[in-house]
């Protein structure tokens, strides 16, 4: 869990990182809940909070209320408070690299525009813009690298992976995949 809060009171609350780690879990323990806070650290705007388990909305109040009611933060402080998130690399099949009837290739700005249009892309964020490469250089057809921001559990990528949509006459696969692109790897071994 990020909670978003001033540097300044960032570093109140961190020194006493174990008395509020240990306040989190009483709290927790009241609602009869199996998630325990493991520690906390402090980044300049930011407190992380580990927990030994994939918190849930319910288990979120619960630290979001602990953390307002402490004397030394001010409520005009904390910014936001969100559960971190984690990246997903999925792969577009089926697109065509040279519109149909033009010499326009896809880019993509028009991947982004189809994402937002189709419905089961609803709610998902893209952390940046589509990487599109033209899969082999006699066919029409693109691969399509997409890295989305994804919950702890992965629960968004899972509702993705293995669906179909249609553009025009055109079915378009979605897939799961473990490559990004944007880490480049040595290949001198």
Request: charged letters at 20%.
């Amino acid at each position: 869990m990020l909670v978003s809060i001033s540097p300044f009171n960032s570093m109140k609350f961190i020194v006493l990182s174990y008395k509020h780690v240990a306040n989190i879990n009483r709290a927790l323990k009241d609602i009869k809940s199996d998630i325990m806070a493991d520690f906390i650290q402090a980044d300049h705007w930011d407190l992380t909070i580990t927990t030994n388990k994939v918190i849930s909305s319910s288990n979120l109040s619960i630290i979001e209320n602990y953390i307002k009611n402490i004397d030394i933060i001010k409520l005009d402080d904390i910014i936001v408070s969100r559960l971190s998130q984690l990246k997903s690399y999925l792969k577009i099949l089926g697109i065509l690299y040279l519109i149909e009837n033009t010499n326009i290739s896809i880019t993509s700005n028009i991947v982004q525009r189809i994402i937002k249009s189709t419905y089961i892309f609803n709610n998902i964020i893209l952390v940046y813009k589509p990487r599109v490469i033209k899969a082999l250089p006699k066919l029409n057809m693109t691969a399509i690298w997409v890295n989305i921001w994804n919950t702890q559990s992965r629960s968004k990528a899972k509702e993705l992976i293995n669906r179909y949509f249609n553009i025009g006459s055109y079915i378009i696969t979605v897939c799961r995949t473990n490559m990004n692109l944007d880490i480049l790897q040595c290949k001198n071994c």
